[in-house]
Nanobody, 120 residues
Framework: QVQLVESGGGLVQAGGSLRLSCVDSRRTVSRDVMGWFRQAPGKEREFVAAISSLGNVDYADSVKGRFAVSRDKDTNTVYLLMNSLRPEDTAVYYC??????????????WGQGTQVTVSS
């Protein structure tokens, strides 16, 4: 069973940076696509970024050039480095995974979420 555990959220000033981490706790090396969604207060969850086991990446237009997704295959960990943060980036960030890239719009597996708050 897939278990995704996020860490690294917190409070940061606008213009600052944060790095989120997420571990897939399975012992075997994951070949799943891994990524991140977020949900701001009063809004629907939205896609942020994803990375395949081969290193292919995709980003939401709103974070391109500011966020970078990466993964360590040896430790089943995916990272989200968030730079030039804006107040509108404030949200609960969820780690996700799915066996297939086509499944990412509705990922099969979700973490519990970590809060990111950007103050102006």
């Amino acid at each position: 069973q897939v278990q995704l555990v996020e860490s690294g959220g917190g409070l940061v000033q606008a213009g600052g940076s944060l790095r989120l981490s997420c571990v897939d706790s399975r012992r075997t090396v994951s070949r799943d696509v891994m990524g991140w969604f977020r949900q701001a207060p009063g809004k629907e969850r939205e896609f942020v970024a994803a990375i395949s086991s081969l290193g292919n990446v995709d980003y939401a237009d709103s974070v391109k050039g500011r966020f970078a997704v990466s993964r360590d295959k040896d430790t089943n960990t995916v990272y989200l480095l968030m730079n030039s943060l804006r107040p509108e980036d404030t949200a609960v960030y969820y780690c996700v995974s799915d066996p297939n890239w086509s499944g990412i719009p509705r990922p099969r597996n979700w973490g519990q979420g970590t809060q990111v708050t950007v103050s102006s």
